[in-house]
């Protein structure tokens, strides 16, 4: 699997939109780009997915470049509740695949 | 998605005894893995739980100390050997529904202290 890059933590403001960035330079043609949150030592969630295209679903939106090197994943409107550590993760054929997951963001949302 | 639930939720064992951790889902899935996330780091693999064989475990793992059934599709237990205060940990399964096999889904976790 390739290996992804995160800054270590980042801040926003309440109902701002929040960017986090991803590094994965060395992703192979047919792996995807995942996104995880872990709230407080609970069960990661998972947040959405992409291969190539831009995706957007009710939680978040997914801007993968044109050369599939980096990623953002965007809240559009920051919560509280978005206070969360954010793992980036790419991955082979992923629901069959063991995940190997990275340090991530560590992601405050600011009142 | 897929609801997972674990049992016990968290526990607080003696060194030299063992715990049996439970994942239950409430449907079908095709693949389930066991996670440990140890204070302060993030998860780790442990195995991958095969049904009706033996669990495949990740380098660093063995059968001995942590022992995995899994008897059908929508259940299997994390047995941790031995304990010792290392083992103190955040274990988790996840889990890859047949009817989204694009991905994996995780349980609230199982917390265990070991004093």
């Known amino acids: 699997d390739a290996k992804t890059t995160q800054p270590p933590s980042m801040d926003c403001a309440e109902g701002r939109a929040a960017n986090l960035p991803c590094n994965h330079s060395?992703?192979?043609?047919?792996?995807?780009v995942y996104w995880y949150r872990q709230i407080h030592s609970q069960g990661p969630q998972y947040i959405i997915h992409?291969?190539?295209n831009n995706e957007t679903n009710e939680m978040a939106s997914l801007i993968i470049t044109e050369d599939r090197k980096s990623s953002t994943l965007i809240l559009p409107h920051a919560t509280l509740r978005d206070t969360a550590v954010y793992y980036c993760?790419?991955?082979?054929?992923?629901?069959?695949?063991?995940?190997?997951f990275g340090t991530g963001t560590r992601l405050t949302i600011i009142p | 998605s897929a609801v997972i639930s674990q049992k016990p939720s968290r526990d607080i064992c003696q060194r030299g005894t063992s715990l049996t951790i439970q994942c239950q889902v409430d449907?079908?899935?095709?693949?389930m893995f066991w996670y440990r996330q140890q204070p302060g780091q993030s998860l780790t693999l442990i195995a991958t739980?095969?049904?009706?064989?033996?669990?495949?475990?990740e380098s660093g793992f063995v059968i001995d100390k942590f022992p995995i059934s899994r008897p059908n599709l929508t259940f299997s237990t994390l047995t941790v050997s031995n304990m010792s205060p290392e083992d103190s940990s955040i274990y988790l399964c996840?889990?890859?529904?047949?009817?989204?096999?694009?991905?994996?889904?995780f349980g609230p976790g199982t917390r265990l202290l070991v004093l």
């Open positions: 449907s079908q899935v095709t693949m």
């Open positions: 739980a095969n049904q009706g064989s033996e669990a495949t475990y």
């Open positions: 996840s889990v890859t529904p047949s009817a989204d096999q694009e991905t994996q889904y």
């Open positions: 993760i790419v991955s082979y054929y992923f629901g069959n695949e063991k995940l190997t």
């Open positions: 060395t992703i192979s043609g047919n792996e995807y």
């Open positions: 992409g291969l190539k």
